[in-house]
């Protein structure tokens, strides 16, 4: 049963602060800190992270199979040449959504990421338990995910090792990982680091080495006729994958030192250095060699083959398999944190929220890892791919609702949140008609419209941009309605509907798109009847 705890502190009156200044939580409770602190942001006894850890574990957990597996793919299956631009547009996609989680982590410092913003900004219990529901998915299955990428490498690369016959390497990365979180923040961090600086110096190696091999007529034609337009935008969607992780800072605001400050930078520093390294490198590779010769499964290693450079793609077989371990963690770190602070807050139980002599999450850390070794050891990569995407694509609708209604307080709040209540729908039916054109057949509306004997038609499409044009108007609506708050960034609004838009344009192609919204609905449901 879940307790009446949710809204957290007395609201402010309408033009005050935006955060109420409520009496400060005790220190041992790790919901939300919405009280400001100190002119200087304030600084938590046994803060642990600085601005350059906070880096290390953005570019550690976002940089991985974008570089060593999507790059690749795209480039030989969907786009060719014009791979660069799929990566560019799902960099900018995540960008435009960082822009709200650096806006509330600007304002809210808490350890639970879209569910304590949720939590923060009032955007009520569903909403709360949604992002819950689709953070715990993110977390947990994009570890799994990463586990399984890395465990099928290992195999691949066949080092004869015979206890690989029995054990699966992706549930052995899991515990690995979980083993390394109960050791303690000292232990996460020299890991994190340690790998964060040989994974850029491999990346650097790999670009430089590609670099080397350039040849401008690879580059030609840049967007094949066979791919054109559609192939880019499928590959963006593709991509996307690879630029997840950025997020994970938000979990360790308790555990920074000025944080309404360190991990607003933390979160643009981490993507700019994560979306460059991997642009980068996808661009070297294509222009290495002729991107229809690559192999989808192996991008770089079968680059420097098709070079002859057997060196270089000994060190890339080698050197992925060391420097990914550190992407599975720095998902299953804010795992741990977010079961921690659910149970705080009553949503789990209570033991969960225990901490050992060091502060740390022990049990939570603990399930967290063994519920993700299971799934690493049962579910098949492509469905925890396409899950852990939609997960994330809905935490980022969450992220960027709560910035925009984050903006009013008392009555202006309501008519906000009435006309987000109009504008969300409106924009996601009608990116449901349209997505067929920009990206692929599997979308959810054309699917319907076979069904029922039909193809999608002009007409349709004609209704979508009524629907558009009702969204355009409520969106400058918002845009009048929603003022600077009071403390803390304030991005303008149009980019976070945009970013809404993207992420809801993105969602309808997933095929794991329905599983989630049902049981997001689901969720919502039963915590609205609770
Ligand atoms: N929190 C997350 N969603 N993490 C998943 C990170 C995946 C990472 N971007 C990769 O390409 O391997």
Redesign the pocket.
């Known amino acids: 049963m879940l307790r009446a705890h949710v809204m957290l502190a007395p609201r402010a009156a309408p033009g005050a602060a935006l955060l109420p200044r409520g009496p400060r939580p005790s220190p041992r409770r790790r919901r939300a800190d919405l009280v400001p602190r100190g002119a200087d942001g304030g600084e938590r006894r046994g803060a642990r992270y600085g601005l350059a850890d906070l880096v290390a574990l953005s570019v550690a957990?976002?940089v991985?199979?974008?570089v060593f597996s999507l790059a690749g793919r795209v480039a030989s299956q969907e786009a060719g040449p014009a791979v660069v631009l799929s990566l560019g547009i799902g960099a900018m996609g995540c960008l435009l959504s960082a822009t709200a989680y650096a806006e509330l982590a600007s304002r809210v410092v808490a350890a639970g990421s879209v569910y304590a913003y949720a939590q923060a900004t009032g955007l009520g219990r569903s909403a709360m338990a949604v992002a819950a529901l689709c953070l715990i998915v993110?977390?947990s299955w994009?570890c799994a995910a990463?586990s399984v990428d890395w465990s099928g490498k290992l195999l691949r690369a066949d080092f004869g090792l015979p206890f690989l016959q029995v054990l699966d390497p992706a549930v052995l990365l899991v515990l690995f990982c979980t083993g390394l979180l109960i050791n303690g923040t000292k232990a996460s961090r020299l890991f994190t680091n340690v790998s964060t600086v040989a994974k850029v110096g491999l990346i650097l190696f790999l670009i430089a080495t590609a670099l080397m091999a350039f040849d401008a007529k690879n580059l030609q034609p840049f967007i094949p006729e066979e791919y054109g337009i559609s192939g880019i935008l499928r590959g963006a969607t593709d991509s996307f994958?690879?630029?997840?992780?950025f997020d994970?800072v938000c979990a360790l605001a308790l555990d920074t030192k000025d944080a309404r400050r360190v991990v607003p930078n933390a979160l643009f520093l981490g993507l700019f250095v994560s979306g460059g390294l991997t642009c980068l490198a996808g661009f070297a590779l294509v222009s290495a060699v002729p991107a229809s010769r690559l192999d989808p499964a192996a991008g770089f290693v079968s680059a420097f083959e098709i070079l002859g450079n057997d060196f270089a793609a000994a060190v890339v077989t080698v050197g992925e398999l060391l420097v990914l371990p550190v992407?599975a963690f720095g998902?299953l770190l804010p795992l741990g944190r977010l079961l921690c602070c659910l149970a705080e807050d009553g949503f789990l139980p209570a033991p969960l929220a225990r901490r050992d002599a060091s502060d740390e999450p022990l049990l939570a850390t603990l399930l967290g890892g063994a519920a993700t070794a299971i799934c690493a050891g049962l579910v098949p990569f492509e469905d925890l791919n396409d899950i852990?995407s939609a997960a994330?694509l809905s935490c980022f609708i969450l992220a960027s609702v709560s910035a925009v209604v984050s903006r009013q307080e008392g009555a202006l709040q309501e008519q906000l949140r009435g006309l987000l209540a109009v504008f969300v729908p409106c924009t996601f039916f009608c990116l449901l008609l349209l997505s067929p054109r920009w990206t692929t057949d599997t979308a959810l509306a054309p699917m319907l419209v076979r069904q029922l004997g039909g193809e999608p038609t002009a007409l349709l499409e004609l209704i979508a941009l009524l629907l558009a044009s009702a969204a355009v108007s409520c969106a400058v609506k918002v845009q009048e309605l929603a003022q600077a708050p009071s403390s803390g960034l304030a991005f303008p609004p149009a980019v976070h509907l945009a970013a809404v838009v993207g992420s809801a344009a993105l969602l309808t192609t997933l095929p794991a798109f329905s599983l989630v919204s049902c049981s997001a609905a689901l969720v919502a449901v039963w915590v609205a009847s609770t």
């Open positions: 957990s976002t991985g199979s974008g993110e977390y994009s990463v994958f690879g630029f997840l992780g994970a992407v998902c852990c994330v």
